[in-house]
C-alpha cells in the first residue's frame, strides 16, 4: 500500500475530572520532557483536544455546530442528572 506510515507520538494525557477540573501530563513541550497541569488549564487543553477530534471526524462546520449546541444545551438544561 502506497503512502506514509503511520508513526505514533505520544503527547500526554489529559483527563476531566469535573465541571472546571482536569489534570494531565504533556509530554514534549516547552519546559522539558514532562510538564504536569491541573485545574482550569487543563480543563481548557482537554476541550481543545476533545474539539480537535472532533474537527478532524466531522469538519470544521459540523463541529462548531455542535458545541454551540452542546454549549446552549449546557445553559439551559439542569444539572441534575438521573443515570
Known sequence: MG????VYRDRGS??????DEAAGS???GLL?????????TARW????LHLDHHRRILGPVRTAVL?????????????????
Open 45 to 48: 487543553a482537554y476541550m481543545s
Open 67 to 83: 458545541a454551540l449546541a452542546r454549549l446552549v444545551h449546557n445553559r439551559i438544561s439542569g444539572r441534575l442528572k438521573l443515570h
Open 3 to 6: 503512502g506514509r506510515s503511520f
Open 32 to 40: 522539558g520532557d514532562r510538564f504536569f497541569i491541573e485545574g482550569l
Open 26 to 28: 504533556l509530554m514534549g
Open 14 to 19: 489529559l483527563v476531566a475530572l469535573g465541571d
